[in-house]
């Protein structure tokens, strides 16, 4: 079984597109690690095939993105360079842009529940007969 996850930023806005076998959506993911004079950035080119390419999904995968992502890693060959790829199976947008933008604009309300009351506690109707 081939799973990886990762998360990282979308370097450009995603590209959409048909070939012989369906719908894609294709865009690249920044993938940082380790820290300080260690730290560096992968890039992993991300494609998504069939009715999530063909959804809405597309119109969020904008520069900047953070996202969250599995799919089944691979490697491809060009020009004697060696391409990280993976062919996604979900993505989740898990943060909002590093930079402002003209991303569609969500509906607050479905997007975040409304505020609850913080719950009170009557610490005097306790019973003393609890051991500890």
Not at 20 to 48: E, H, L, M, P
Request: hydrophobic share 30%; proline share 5%.
């Amino acid at each position: 079984m081939n799973v990886w996850s990762f998360t990282g930023n979308i370097g450009k806005d995603c590209r959409t597109g048909g070939s012989g076998t369906g719908a894609y959506c294709g865009f690249s993911v920044a993938v940082k690690s380790g820290y300080g004079d260690k730290a560096q950035t992968n890039w992993v080119d991300c494609t998504i095939w069939g009715k999530q390419a063909e959804s809405k999904l597309p119109e969020y995968l904008l520069k900047g993105q953070q996202v969250a992502i599995s799919g089944e890693f691979g490697t491809r060959e060009h020009d004697g360079k060696t391409y990280i790829t993976c062919r996604v199976n979900s993505v989740d947008l898990v943060g909002g842009k590093s930079e402002g933008g003209n991303a569609p604009a969500r509906n607050a309300s479905a997007a975040s529940p409304a505020p609850q009351p913080a719950p009170t506690h009557d610490f005097d109707s306790f019973d003393d007969d609890i051991p500890f």
